[in-house]
């Protein structure tokens, strides 16, 4: 599935780069307990957390000292009266245009009789008695005639949604190519190509994952609602305009109708409208100090709203509530991803599918205050000028628009700013989308970090030590020698606990997008240690939400005391997404490590927490975190209810499996955890989570032969994964197969440096072997990442004298 990309345009789903969210596929909840293997290691927790922080307010709108009813929609034809030119623009648009009833000025297909064989199956495209029709495949596998209900985009692909029962539409997994013929388009393609996606298969286009009122109905219509129903596992969605209307990005119009008719003092002075207003100052903002000067500057900071209206749909997010406010802070209303793999690059580009905005909170244009709209029109969405002179507005020309700067010949493609600063990849086979990280090429860090970089992508035939020796020659060497966090990132992907360090210096520099250090938090996670914990204080109070959910996640490896010292203040955070994180994290803390008031705020949150998890109830994901929270409150009835919901709705979904195995082993069951475990097996016989949890099970059971065995395909299966690959080669050693372990922990140790477990783990099996001076590297290695441990200083004292 990690090369997979699902079909729609932007997902609701609990995402899984979230720290309040489970992953994809849960391992079993082991509790994490700051324990080393090595004697004489000793810590003392310090606890204590201040949080100076007041939000703003979330949309910029004044308060009103009157009680008004809550606003209604009124629809884009109650605006067009007095806004004829904004609705003009945004006629033919593709927000306008985002999703629409099929008829034969919509459908922009060839329904005439067309023929497309993919995987053995040959569907036809075809009209009858007026309606757009499809036969192919259907959830049995058998073809059938199918109706196009609604067009679902416009360009450069159209897609097409069909209904089934229960208010069910579906994504069809073929859809038109809509560029011109002379690109390559005017033709019907798969969004898999090279793939065998049948019937059985979970990305399907009749499966859960194809389905429009889960993945991407959100952001393609006005005041969408879901209206999942989870007794009768359907849909009652609904939404106030088929399109992305006004109302999608300046919330509920009627009080602005109330505010249009009065039109006279007070009122018409207030500067409450009625609704948020969106002016960016695009053309009046920015301005040179300079002639000479190398870019424009900003004359006041934009209102953040203006931003947070455009990323609720262009980002890789899920949803925690609907009813945000159009510009409320995104973490308030959504979970936004983080720069961790597969989604991005270690450097921050863009790999799988994310929707840019993640990318352009790291650049410098959004620290000095650019706005989306600064280069794109909000109603017409087209560019506010076309190719270079769009970044001369900002950016000097003579300094930047010449062949002394890029080095390419003006007119072609390479002197273009784009294609250096934002190179395109193509998501849903034909959709070019430009990188909104806008950075410099580092063909140096395609070689340590194993990114793409611009002059490589667009000079296929070249390796980036070609790239490296041009730039070199035009710009001399002092390009490389910047440093980048992608650095730093990657080293918390392969370095293991001797990145935390460096992690941890990141998630507090006060110079780096705050983007990039609540990812280096999360990296930190896994390597945290006692000592870090003033450090996780500091990020605790963050002025950036994100940061603090961030924040929140490192703490949960605490004891009980620690947790609700650190993490019970944010119980009463400004933003929803702060707090269900809190309430997530605090939840196993017993009542008397509160106070009254952090008791009620945890009891707040929690029902925000569930609220946002029920919503989301048709998601998988959903339920089995959902099953997380009510086995930490200790509801293991309800835990295992969630986790088969999950099942219901999955039966592929690796960590449903897993942790409701696990909630039956806390229930004293371990027999029917391992029936769970091996229908799932017959399923996904190559699902190593699943081997995984079946090898423990059977090392509880005794049988210890069949365990080793289940563990040993595991590690296979799953190399990256350094616990599967410790806990194989301890199984080993426990069956006295001592060289083969100390071969499999070599192993696991050169895929994953600086395991604190695994060297431990060399370490203590060489000795025991009576080989010290094998043992000893390991020992040293472990200094690097633990230099002021005295216990590890012993050792190796010990060790050098057995030499």
């Known amino acids: 599935m990690s090369k997979r990309r699902r079909k729609s345009r932007q997902s609701s789903a609990p995402a899984a780069s979230s720290s309040s969210e489970a992953p994809a596929v849960s391992p079993p909840r082991l509790a994490r307990t700051w324990k080393f293997a090595l004697a004489g290691l000793g810590v003392a927790i310090v606890a204590g957390l201040v949080l100076l922080w007041q939000a703003r307010g979330?949309?910029?709108?004044p308060p009103d000292s009157t009680v008004r009813a809550a606003p209604q929609f009124v629809g884009s034809t109650a605006c067009a009266g007095c806004h004829a030119k904004e609705t003009e623009a945004w006629r033919g648009s593709h927000h306008q245009l985002a999703m629409q009833e099929a008829n034969a000025s919509t459908v922009l297909g060839n329904f005439d009789d067309a023929k497309f064989k993919y995987s053995g199956i040959e569907s036809r495209f075809f009209r009858r008695d007026g309606k757009f029709m499809v036969r192919t495949d259907g959830p049995d596998g058998k073809l059938a005639d199918f109706e196009i209900k609604y067009t679902f985009g416009v360009w450069p692909l159209q897609q097409y949604l069909i209904e089934f029962p229960g208010g069910r539409y579906q994504t069809l997994g073929i859809s038109w190519d809509a560029r011109a013929k002379g690109e390559g388009g005017q033709r019907w393609f798969h969004l898999y190509p090279g793939e065998k996606i049948d019937h059985k298969d979970q990305l399907h286009w009749t499966g859960l994952y194809q389905n429009w009122n889960l993945q991407c109905a959100a952001c393609h219509s006005t005041n969408l609602k879901k209206g999942y129903d989870a007794a009768s596992n359907t849909y009652k969605t609904t939404f106030n305009e088929i399109n992305v209307a006004c109302e999608a990005c300046h919330g509920p119009g009627s009080r602005h109708l109330d505010w249009a008719k009065l039109a006279r003092p007070p009122y018409a002075s207030h500067s409450d409208k009625g609704l948020v207003v969106l002016r960016s100052r695009w053309n009046e903002a920015w301005k040179f100090?300079?002639?000479?000067?190398?870019?424009?500057?900003r004359d006041q900071p934009a209102a953040d709203f203006l931003m947070n209206v455009c990323a609720a749909c262009h980002a890789r997010r899920s949803t925690i509530t609907e009813s945000g406010t159009p510009g409320a802070p995104?973490?308030?209303?959504?979970?936004?991803?983080?720069?961790?793999?597969?989604?991005?690059?270690?450097?921050?580009?863009?790999?799988?599918?994310?929707?840019?905005?993640?990318?352009?909170?790291?650049?410098?244009?959004?620290?000095?205050?650019?706005?989306?709209?600064?280069?794109?029109?909000?109603?017409?969405?087209?560019?506010?000028?076309?190719?270079?002179?769009?970044?001369?507005?900002?950016?000097?020309?003579?300094?930047?628009?010449?062949?002394?700067?890029?080095?390419?010949?003006?007119?072609?493609?390479?002197?273009?700013?784009?294609?250096?600063?934002?190179?395109?990849?193509?998501?849903?086979?034909?959709?070019?989308?430009?990188?909104?990280g806008i950075r410099a090429p580092r063909p140096d860090l395609s070689l340590s970090l194993g990114s793409p970089n611009a002059c490589t992508q667009c000079h296929t035939g070249r390796r980036p030590a070609w790239a490296i020796a041009a730039m070199d020659q035009w710009y001399g060497k002092a390009w490389r020698e910047r440093w980048h966090y992608g650095t730093t990132l990657h080293a918390g992907a392969t370095q293991g606990?001797?990145?935390?360090?460096?992690?941890?210096?990141?998630?507090?520099?006060?110079?780096?997008?705050?983007?990039?250090?609540?990812?280096?938090?999360?990296?930190?996670?896994?390597?945290?240690?006692?000592?870090?914990?003033?450090v996780v204080r500091k990020l605790l109070a963050n002025v950036d939400p994100a940061m603090r959910i961030a924040a929140l996640g490192l703490v949960e490896p605490f004891e009980p005391a620690v947790r609700a010292q650190a993490a019970a203040p944010l119980l009463a955070d400004p933003i929803r997404g702060v707090r269900v994180e809190a309430a997530r994290v605090l939840a196993d803390v017993g009542d008397d490590q509160l106070s009254a008031d952090q008791r009620s705020n945890r009891e707040k949150a929690t029902i925000e927490y569930v609220d946002s998890l029920q919503q989301d109830a048709d998601w998988p994901t959903a339920n089995v975190n959902l099953g997380n929270l009510r086995s930490r409150q200790r509801r293991p009835d309800e835990a295992i209810a969630a986790y088969e919901r999950a099942l219901l709705l999955d039966p592929r979904f690796t960590g449903a499996y897993v942790n409701l195995a696990d909630a039956y082993r806390q229930q004293g069951n371990d027999a029917e955890g391992e029936k769970l475990l091996r229908r799932g097996l017959v399923l996904l016989p190559r699902a190593a989570d699943l081997h995984h949890a079946l090898g423990l099970l059977l090392v509880r059971k005794g049988d210890k032969a069949?365990?080793?065995?289940?563990?040993?395909v595991a590690a296979k299966l799953a190399p990256d994964n350094a616990r599967y690959g410790f806990v194989y080669a301890v199984g080993l050693h426990s069956a006295d197969r001592r060289g083969e372990a100390l071969s499999a922990l070599r192993a696991a140790e050169a895929r994953h440096p600086y395991n604190l477990e695994i060297l431990g783990a060399l370490v203590s099996m060489n000795r025991d072997a009576g080989k010290p001076q094998e043992a000893l590297p390991y020992a040293r290695k472990i200094a690097e990442v633990l230099p002021d441990e005295p216990g590890v200083e012993q050792l190796i004292t010990e060790l050098e004298r057995a030499n």
């Open 497 to 534: 606990a001797k990145s935390l360090p460096a992690l941890l210096a990141l998630a507090e520099d006060a110079m780096a997008p705050p983007i990039v250090k609540a990812t280096a938090a999360t990296l930190a996670g896994p390597h945290l240690r006692p000592q870090s914990l003033p």
């Open 330 to 436: 995104l973490d308030d209303t959504h979970r936004l991803a983080l720069l961790t793999a597969p989604n991005y690059y270690a450097d921050g580009q863009q790999r799988e599918e994310v929707y840019v905005w993640s990318s352009f909170l790291q650049t410098r244009m959004y620290q000095r205050g650019v706005t989306c709209m600064d280069c794109h029109e909000a109603h017409a969405l087209k560019l506010r000028a076309e190719g270079n002179a769009l970044c001369v507005r900002c950016h000097n020309a003579a300094a930047f628009d010449t062949e002394k700067h890029h080095f390419h010949q003006a007119g072609t493609p390479g002197a273009q700013c784009v294609e250096c600063h934002m190179p395109a990849q193509n998501y849903m086979v034909v959709d070019a989308r430009r990188d909104h």
């Open 58 to 61: 979330p949309v910029g709108l």
């Open 289 to 297: 100090a300079a002639t000479d000067a190398a870019s424009a500057q």
């Open 706 to 712: 069949a365990a080793l065995k289940e563990l040993a």
